[in-house]
């Protein structure tokens, strides 16, 4: 085999439960730290141990974030799902496994190499306590990859005192295990494999974060205060996130008093009831939650809707419907989110695409509710928000200042004949608003219920309609307020891939594929809605359209059937929806299949004209 340097994908497949998360984290850091660029994509069950769980590592030179969809090197750690593991080893591709216990059905395959490491026996002779002996294995064979790899043995030290500075004597347990791992290896097998790694200088000025830890930071630096929640799957590390960080940052240092609010609330209803009525006070407030929250969430989204309520929401999508798999990732709450709760309702939607946007879309989320009057939803998934990403730094501007909207102070208050909250003075749809307690001249009565542009109370067929006309005059405010689309024309191509978020890193490394197939294609990423005109006109400039998503049903591909121009013919659906994030070959496949067709073969003997 020939040498394949810094492009290769390992992936170990373990027990959940039994400490690999720590190995694969160490084994994905000290690449990143040798300068390579990677990328790590965790599959794990929704239970608590037991059940099996994969990790990808991909060793990517090219920067590639995405699923490549091979895999090289598999470490077969779990007996329940050694047939399964075994198949998805591509030709040429190697297997570790623990051959305490031979497995001589392993060795069926002749296109690869298998290797045998006794990782049980060499822990068991080495260590003590059934519990200990089980996570040492998973270290163990971090190792035996380091060796296999060529991997820095003593970066991998550095990142062990780091991990455990609190515990020094968990390092010297865990690098005894790395070494045992270590030295079998270079022992009984030709190390390094053709398949290893060679330091570069790609990562200066990256950083490896997840996208809930990003958010989070983002909702700090925004200047929010206050955060209600109830826990969900996968979007509590967000607030577990926001909280660590407030502890430090917003603690005052003589008095030991918190400038912040945590609540766990007893359910998804009560947080974003707490999140609106914060807002309503003039605090910046948010919640973070997934799909089933959002469903129980709709009927108080429709009332900040209606009565004008900032309010931010982070839903981190994960698969359903209804409890679904908690664990991995879709893109499937994109109607939801859109039209959420009964009514005439249409909410403001930004789509990340990875950790460094959830950062700066956290603040551009509230500075856009508060400008709006109305719920921003931020829609992020499980591959974004809970897998390490390899992002840019991430700066930020110190002139930043909060952008309130129009509220108006006491002195604007007493400047004013009289107040009247929906009235649309300037043309835009944004009436203006005061903060309870400020001043009695700028009271009004917050209500869901019928309301005219005066804030009284209605029933009044023509004056209900004035106001929800008005609201749809700020819906096409909101239009221009939003983050435009990235669009990426260069090959000026009459072929373009339309998508949101997650599936963007696929979708560029599928591009440069496809051009190498003498496919040139355009490629735009919408970034919110509602729909700004760029996207209007990509659509219009393009006769076939790839509109590219994770879930089953082509739920952006409706909004934007419903909410653009576009001609229905000219869309091609590509979903991904098996709870896996999606791949780049996924992609190149779909495409070549509609522009490429594979002929149709005749039978034998029919007739040719």
């Known amino acids: ?97 623990d051959s305490t216990w031979p497995r001589p059905a392993l060795l069926k395959r002749e296109d690869i190499t298998v290797v045998g490491v006794p990782l049980a026996r060499l822990c068991n002779e080495n260590f003590d306590g059934v519990r200990t002996r089980i996570l040492m294995k998973n270290i163990c064979y971090a190792g035996v990859l380091a060796a296999l790899l060529d991997l820095d043995v003593e970066r991998i030290r550095e990142l062990l005192a780091q991990t455990y500075a609190k515990k020094p004597q968990l390092v010297d347990s865990n690098m005894k295990a790395i070494q045992l791992g270590y030295d079998y290896a270079r022992q009984n097998f030709s190390c390094p494999l053709p398949l290893h790694v060679e330091k570069m200088d790609e990562t200066s000025g990256y950083i490896m974060i997840d996208g809930n830890t990003a958010a989070a930071l983002g909702c700090v630096y925004a200047g929010a205060t206050v955060a209600a929640w109830y826990p969900i799957t996968p979007s509590t590390s967000l607030m577990d996130a926001f909280k660590s960080f407030c502890d430090r940052v917003r603690v005052d240092s003589e008095t030991g008093r918190r400038n912040f609010a945590f609540i766990q609330a007893e359910d998804e209803l009560a947080a974003i009831g707490m999140v609106i009525g914060a807002a309503w006070n003039g605090t910046r407030a948010f919640t973070a939650t997934s799909g089933p929250g959002i469903s129980l969430m709709n009927e108080f989204l429709g009332l900040a809707y209606y009565a004008e309520v900032p309010a931010v929401i982070f839903d981190v999508q994960r698969v359903g419907p209804s409890t679904g798999m908690p664990t991995r990732t879709q893109q499937c709450d994109i109607m939801e989110c859109a039209y959420a709760s009964h009514g005439d309702t249409r909410h403001v939607c930004l789509y990340p695409a990875n950790p460094e946007e959830c950062f700066y879309m956290a603040a551009q989320a509230f500075d856009l509710t508060e400008r709006l009057q109305t719920p921003v939803m931020v829609l992020s998934d499980i591959d974004i928000g809970m897998n390490d990403w390899m992002c840019r730094d991430l700066k930020w501007d110190d002139t930043y200042r909060p952008d309130r909207g129009k509220m108006l102070d006491k002195e604007e208050i007493l400047k004013l004949e009289k107040f009247y909250r929906y009235l649309d003075k300037d043309g835009d749809g944004i009436g203006y608003r005061t903060l309870p307690g400020v001043h009695p001249k700028a009271a009004y009565f917050t209500r869901g219920s019928g309301h005219t542009q005066y804030g009284t109370y209605t029933e009044d067929s023509a004056e209900y309609q004035i106001v929800l006309d008005r609201l749809m005059k700020k819906w096409d405010t909101a239009k221009k307020l939003v983050p435009r689309a990235v669009i990426d024309a260069t090959a000026g ?61 082509a739920q952006f591909k409706s909004l934007l059937t419903l909410e653009t121009k576009v001609e229905k013919s000219k869309l091609r659906s590509l979903l991904s929806y098996d709870g896996l994030p999606i791949s780049s070959q996924f992609i190149v496949d779909g495409v070549l299949a509609e522009v490429r067709p594979t002929p149709k073969v005749q039978p034998l003997g029919a007739a040719h004209g």
Not at 518 to 544: I, K, N
């Open 1 to 97: 085999m020939t040498a394949q340097i810094n492009d290769f994908v390992i992936k170990i497949a373990t027990v959940n439960g039994t400490g690999s998360a720590s190995a694969n984290s160490l084994l994905m850091k000290s690449i990143f730290r040798s300068g390579i660029p990677v990328m790590g994509k965790n599959y794990s069950p929704s239970n608590i141990q037991g059940l099996p769980t994969w990790y990808e590592i991909r060793v990517t030179r090219d920067g590639h974030v995405a699923r490549s969809g091979r895999v090289d090197i598999m470490v077969a750690m779990n007996a329940e799902t050694y047939a399964r593991d075994v198949r998805e080893v591509a030709p040429g591709g190697y297997l570790v496994y």
């Open 493 to 553: 191509s009459n072929i373009g891939l339309v998508s949101i978020g997650s599936c963007d890193g696929a979708i560029h490394e599928a591009m440069s594929v496809l051009q190498a197939e003498g496919v040139a294609v355009d490629y735009m990423r919408v970034r919110a809605f509602p729909f700004s005109e760029d996207v209007e006109r990509f659509l219009s400039a393009h006769e076939l359209l790839f509109v590219i998503e994770q879930n089953r049903d």
